[in-house]
């Protein structure tokens, strides 16, 4: 996103062809990596990536661990790469188990209880299957409701606070969406606000240590609100 081309990188491609891909979350970074090294991602995957998936159509549970970013992270995963390998097999029933957790409010969540974490990775993994997206009127009124008038968006509607995962999950979907913020020069700003002075970036304006997640969601909400220029000129 920087502009900036990896140092050594062949030492990083041939660290990644010789790491272990047992599960989807080592299959998905993996070949992403590859990707982003210029480096093609392998057929057979496919296949691995299709042998995950349950007869519901999910790719995984949606009983899932408070540290996991939300019940749909999994699916997502595989839908990328499904995508990317134009595996389209059978989508109509991951489709289905999607929409199946879209709730009244129009956002998206497990047991009828919506949040902008799991609207992400649905409405994400509904546009890597070929859905029309853009019809779901409902989930933009959602993903609006979280968006904050200081900039950046919580997780709930109900929430003040705003991490940098949450204003991530906001930009992209509403991009998804064929959607803009409403406040880009606020949500750019608070974001900005976020730097350290070593470069990287934390998960709030009030406090935390610079991490490579939260410098990724800063870095690529900052290039849908096209702001990442800028930042590449400072």
């Known amino acids: ?3 900036a081309q990896p140092p050594r990188i062949h030492r990083t491609v041939r660290w990644l062809r010789d790491f272990p891909t047992e599960d989807l979350y080592a299959l998905y970074y ?15 995957l496919a296949d691995r990536i299709l042998a995950q998936r349950l007869a519901d159509g999910s790719f995984g549970t949606i009983d899932v661990y408070v540290e996991v ?31 199946r957790h879209q709730n009244s ?16 990775h649905a409405i994400a993994s509904l546009r890597n299957l070929g859905y029309p997206v853009k019809s779901l009127d409902g989930t933009v009124t959602f993903v609006r409701s ?12 109900t929430s003040s606070t705003s991490y940098m995962e949450d204003t991530y999950c906001g930009v992209l979907t509403l991009d998804i ?4 913020c409403m406040y880009p020069e606020e949500t750019a700003s608070r974001i900005l606000k976020s730097q350290n002075s070593n470069g990287g970036f934390r998960r709030s304006v009030e406090l935390g240590i610079s991490t490579f997640e939260d410098t990724y969601f800063a870095l690529a909400a900052l290039q849908k609100l096209g702001r990442l220029k800028t930042l590449s000129e400072s």
């Open 1 to 3: 996103m920087l502009g």
């Open 30 to 44: 993996v070949s992403k990596a590859l990707r982003l090294c210029g480096e093609p991602v392998r057929r057979d």
């Open 69 to 99: 970013p939300s019940e749909f992270e999994s699916t997502f995963m595989a839908t990328e790469l499904m995508a990317t390998l134009d595996a389209a097999e059978n989508v109509e029933t991951t489709i289905d188990w999607l929409l």
């Open 105 to 120: 409010d129009g956002g998206f969540g497990a047991y009828r209880r919506s949040n902008l974490r799991s609207t992400f």
């Open 146 to 157: 979280c968006e904050q008038s200081s900039g950046g968006f919580s997780v709930v509607p």
């Open 177 to 180: 969406l064929g959607q803009r």
